[in-house]
């Protein structure tokens, strides 16, 4: 039995097909399967999908209903045609709730088609995970463009990216002007203290924000104070996370938060 088959005759809700390469048959036979499958869950890591398989993957997601989680990490997608495609994806695709696209080469001109794509998300989308891109604070024009207007976005990990400070300071206003973001992932960005100010501006004017992972960053006492000021005005932020660093930085943490060091 053919993988289409599989999807489309046995009623799987969930499927791992990580590490095979899907050129060829094995995409359009998926592609088909999808059409018309009930499969809820799809892990597609590492399966050789940039160019024409994703082009066929896209093109029967952009019509279904029972897709819920579609994971794509390291599969080589860039920043021209693939990206072209996932931003279709989000125009025309409303349930689907999770994309992971982490460990590829989206770059700062495939985040913009992704972001033309998530500002015509009314719904749908409540994860978007892109750690490890090549994008640059460039890239965080275009996502300071969708933030405010989408309404279910709870998840947003842009975490090995070269973000910078000036990245950070940029998306500062489209942060605060969201209402739906639970969990920002700006691990290893680049960030300094001047980003952890921007970010603890965010944090006082934030009434939901729930987690924020700030690991990987040189985040010394100005940035650690700014973010120990914010706690005491947000009421959300249930958890940070934060290196380990030397006793003499350290900020005691306000009293009913996490603040966990690595």
Request: proline share 2%; glycine share 8%.
């Amino acid at each position: 039995m053919c993988l289409g088959e599989v999807v489309s005759e046995v009623n799987v809700t969930k499927l791992d097909v990580c590490n095979v390469s899907m050129v060829d048959y094995r995409a359009r036979s998926l592609s088909k399967a999808l059409q018309t499958g009930h499969l809820a869950v799809l892990h597609l890591d590492n399966t050789q999908l940039s160019g024409t398989p994703l082009f066929s993957l896209v093109g029967a997601l952009k019509s279904n209903r029972a897709l819920l989680e579609l994971h794509l990490s390291n599969n080589m997608l860039n920043s021209y045609q693939d990206a072209m495609q996932l931003g279709d994806l989000l125009r025309y695709n409303r349930t689907l709730q999770t994309l992971e696209l982490s460990d590829n080469a989206i770059a700062d001109a495939g985040l913009e088609e992704l972001c033309e794509g998530l500002r015509l998300q009314t719904g749908g989308l409540k994860a978007l995970l892109l750690r490890n891109n090549h994008i640059t604070s460039d890239g965080m024009l275009h996502l300071a463009k969708a933030l405010p207007v989408l309404k279910a976005l709870e998840v947003l990990d842009m975490g090995d990216n070269s973000l910078g400070n000036s990245g950070l300071q940029t998306l500062k206003e489209a942060l605060m002007a969201n209402r739906s973001l639970l969990h920002f992932g700006v691990a290893c960005t680049h960030i300094t203290c001047e980003g952890a100010v921007a970010i603890a501006e965010y944090l006082a004017e934030s009434p939901q924000i729930r987690r924020l992972d700030l690991r990987g960053n040189e985040v010394r006492v100005g940035g650690l104070m700014a973010l120990s000021l914010a706690l005491r005005i947000n009421l959300s932020l249930a958890t940070l996370d934060l290196d380990s660093t030397p006793k003499h930085e350290q900020v005691s943490p306000c009293k009913g938060r996490t603040l966990r060091f690595y």
